[in-house]
T-cell receptor, first 113, second 112 residues
């Protein structure tokens, strides 16, 4: 069966510091991968998605970036965090065939001080 | 712009009752529909998928889809306090990346 791992679970960072969140999927190949952010009490905001190695699409312009160095690895980065980057960051995957649901990792709760 | 609308709630039902959660969507070409449950502080968990008009049952959950009315619903029978969570409706349009448009969620409270 497929599993998705996301770490760290909790992160506290100062304003202006860099960020790297990692997500890996096991038990499948060539998955679609997604990064979402969920602000407190709000809905899910799609940040990036990827349909293959090195292929990244950005949904929202901001100071975040994403990379997919390997088939089942997805990384969310920032060079300089802003206070507004606080939130619950979720990685998700889906099969690459049509009409498949997404499956979420446990998430990273990021607090910017 | 594709939109998925849900009543934010909270929807309060007594234990043992049927909870009815509703969702409307704007994109007529949408083909697949999903319900996720999200407990406070946790990530969303897929609980139901539905692709064709009509009803789909899985245990205490029934998803209902009406593409003509652009309406999808989730019924939870014999509601339990453990069902208290936010329920997210998600719609997959005709896209190769399986991108989903999520509703804002309905918060369900089941009172003992």
């Amino acid at each position: 069966s497929q599993t998705i791992h996301q770490w760290p679970a909790t992160l506290v960072q100062p304003v202006g510091s860099p960020l790297s969140l990692e997500c890996t999927v096991e038990g499948t190949s060539n998955p679609n991968l997604y990064w979402y952010r969920q602000a407190a009490g709000r809905g899910l905001q799609l940040l990036f998605y990827s349909v293959g190695i090195g292929q990244i699409s950005s949904e929202v312009p901001q100071n975040l970036s994403a990379s997919r160095p390997q088939d089942r690895q997805f990384i969310l980065s920032s060079k300089k965090l802003l206070l507004s980057d606080s939130g619950f960051y979720l990685c998700a995957w889906s099969q690459s065939t049509f009409e498949q649901p997404q499956h979420f990792g446990d998430g990273t709760r990021l607090s910017i001080l | 712009q594709k939109e998925v609308e849900q009543n934010s709630g909270p929807l309060s039902v007594p234990e043992g009752a049927i909870a009815s959660l509703n969702c409307t969507y704007s994109d007529r070409v949408s083909q697949s529909f999903f319900w996720y449950r999200q407990y406070s502080g946790k990530s969303p968990e897929l609980i139901m998928s539905i692709y064709s008009n009509g009803d789909k049952e899985d245990g205490r959950f029934t998803a209902q889809l009406n593409k003509a009315s652009q309406y999808v619903s989730l019924l939870i029978r014999d509601s339990q306090p453990s069902d208290s969570a936010t329920y997210l409706c998600a719609v997959n349009g005709d896209n190769a990346g399986n991108m989903l448009t999520f509703g804002g969620g309905t918060r369900l409270m089941v009172k003992p």
